[in-house]
């Protein structure tokens, strides 16, 4: 937790020394520090702590784009993950629509960039969604891999979510795999466990617990 504490400092450095500026409708932006990076499953900082941040911006239509920034850790020069994505989101009745692009990029590693389209469904305490490659500078296909999930969040006290969540990871080359993880939710804290179905992609339970910011611009 000694990043939080930094990123908090700094937070407050800036509200002190920042130029006056007018607030962007539909401007907003992240910090967030956790214990371990996990994604799909796996740890991507090898069960050490992250900081990451984001901006995001979300017309009135339902247009967004946003990117995200994090420290990831493959045991090699790969020290960096830039995200960038836009999509579109709408309702239909009681139901959430989203869809949009997504790119990750690394820019300190060698031929891990990949994006993927997603899509998902939103209804009450359900949500399900599916992504699937679109390229990858590692010589990846339109439609190589996938990734198809299954959301569940209730809120059983005021404040306080209880989420479950199954994914499915598919690979035209084989590996198949599913993760499955439990979090728990209270304003900025979270506390999530994680596991895969397959000892040879990762092995043992993960336990993340994180902080998160988020604020207006």
Do not use: C
Request: aromatic residues 18%; charged residues 20%.
């Amino acid at each position: 937790m000694r990043k939080l504490l930094l990123v908090g400092g700094l937070l407050a450095l800036f509200s002190l020394h920042a130029p006056v500026v007018f607030a962007v409708e539909g401007l907003s932006a992240n910090v967030s520090v956790t214990n371990n990076y996990i994604w799909r499953g796996i740890s991507q900082t090898k069960d050490q702590t992250a900081v990451s941040g984001g901006v995001d911006f979300a017309h009135g239509s339902g247009v967004y784009v946003g990117a995200w920034l994090s420290n990831v850790d493959f045991g090699d020069s790969t020290n960096s993950e830039v995200d960038l994505y836009t999509g579109y989101s709408f309702k239909v009745d009681q139901f959430t629509i989203d869809f949009g692009y997504l790119y990750y990029g690394y820019p300190s590693g060698d031929e891990l960039d990949f994006s993927e389209i997603y899509a998902s469904v939103n209804w009450a305490f359900l949500t399900v969604g599916y992504n699937v490659l679109v390229d990858s500078d590692a010589g990846g296909d339109f439609g190589d891999a996938d990734y198809v999930f299954v959301d569940l969040a209730f809120e059983v006290a005021k404040d306080l979510e209880l989420a479950f969540y199954y994914g499915r990871s598919g690979f035209y080359a084989g590996g198949d795999y599913s993760d499955y993880g439990i979090s728990l939710s209270k304003g900025a804290f979270s506390v999530s466990l994680t596991d895969v179905d397959d000892n040879a992609v990762e092995s043992g339970y993960l336990v993340a617990v994180s902080y998160s910011i988020d604020f207006d611009l």
